[in-house]
């Protein structure tokens, strides 16, 4: 608990003074401006790849109570990750400008979050398609 606190904590000082170096330079020097949002973005990835681990080892004791070869757990992970690299792709684009870019990345994101998710909605209307007597249509 302690530990995710100090996380926290640097990974807002990071942003907090990466935006404070990046803003007066943004104006005369939009590329250095840009390398330090960037330094920042990777620093706090680094950092959450690290909080990461926790995350699944929590996710591993799951597994072993839905069995190994579940599809949930992998479709989760598929998920994350997918929301995480869409989210960053598109604040980075939107930060130099290119709010169309941004958007085209978090609309292909949106699209492929759907793509993962099929094999649980199929599943899910297995089980509903079980409860409906007769069957539909």
Do not use: H
Not at 36 to 51: E, K, N, Q, Y
Not at 69 to 89: D, H, N, P, Q, R
Request: charged content about 20%; some cysteine.
């Amino acid at each position: 608990e302690k530990n995710r606190r100090r996380d926290m904590e640097k990974v807002v000082m990071i942003g907090i003074m990466s935006v404070l170096l990046a803003i007066p330079l943004k104006k005369d020097k939009p590329e250095f401006s840009m390398l330090i949002i960037l330094t920042a973005c990777i620093l706090i990835s680094s950092l959450a790849v690290w909080r990461i681990r926790d995350l699944l080892r929590y996710l591993k004791t799951l597994q072993k109570y839905l069995g190994s070869g579940s599809i949930y757990i992998k479709v989760l992970f598929k998920m994350i990750a997918v929301t995480y690299m869409a989210e960053l792709g598109a604040n980075l684009c939107r930060d130099a400008g290119y709010g169309a870019v941004a958007g085209q990345i978090e609309f292909f994101g949106k699209l492929m979050l759907l793509a993962v998710s099929l094999p649980v909605l199929s599943a899910l209307f297995e089980v509903l398609l079980q409860f409906v007597p007769g069957g539909i249509g």
